[in-house]
């Protein structure tokens, strides 16, 4: 019994040392808590007019590995990503799907990011009351800009400006901006 439970031991012991099922697939999950609609701009740059007074937004984030082909290549090897932004105040859900480029900063942990893509969301296309948004589309475009750090080799954290919008393809376009952390486990 004793050389038995020696095996199952040694067994678990392995498998906690075998690499992430995931690993090699996901390259990275994220969670981050945000501020809501600090701007309705798309860039960031107006600082001064951002109102950041809801810190009721938490993300999701998952980050996979960049496919190995050329196109993927081409362009400079973003990750594909597909995530969601929840809203604990009530106001408006993202789920969102896009590209993922990092540029590290020299020889530093710390990087620049930006995702391109597309984001769907649970909010009103037309005729919401403030502060709710009138997004005139159902799939707007969905943009991230952020600077971070890798912390260690598996821990990240990114300060992140996410923006959705149509860009006057449809009848309104409130533009909705959050702002906050994600904190990244890499695989």
């Known amino acids: ?62 980050l996979f590995v960049s496919p190995d082909i050329d196109a993927f290549r081409w362009i400079g090897s973003p990750r594909p990503e597909i995530g969601t932004t929840i809203n604990l105040g009530g106001k408006e859900n993202l789920l969102h799907a896009g590209l993922t480029w ?7 942990p710390i990087y620049l990011e930006g995702t ?3 984001a769907i969301h649970d909010g009103a296309l037309t005729g919401a009351a403030y502060p709710t948004k009138n997004f005139g589309c159902r799939i707007n ?16 954290a990114t300060v992140t400006y996410e923006h959705t919008s149509n860009n006057n393809y449809c009848e309104a376009n409130d533009g909705l901006s959050n702002f906050g952390v994600r904190l990244g486990w890499k695989f």
Do not use: K
């Open 116 to 118: 391109f893509g597309a």
């Open 102 to 108: 990092q540029l590290p900063i020299f020889d530093t």
């Open 141 to 156: 475009f969905y943009e991230r800009f952020g600077i971070g750090a890798n912390l260690s080799d598996n821990v990240t």
């Open 1 to 62: 019994m004793l050389l038995g439970a020696c095996g199952t031991g040694t067994a678990n012991a392995q498998n906690l040392l075998d690499p992430h099922p995931l690993a090699g697939v996901v390259d990275e999950l994220r969670f981050g808590l945000h501020a809501y609609n600090v701007h309705g701009a798309m860039l960031p740059f107006l600082v001064n007019e951002w109102q950041i007074t809801e810190v009721r937004s938490l993300s999701f984030d998952v």
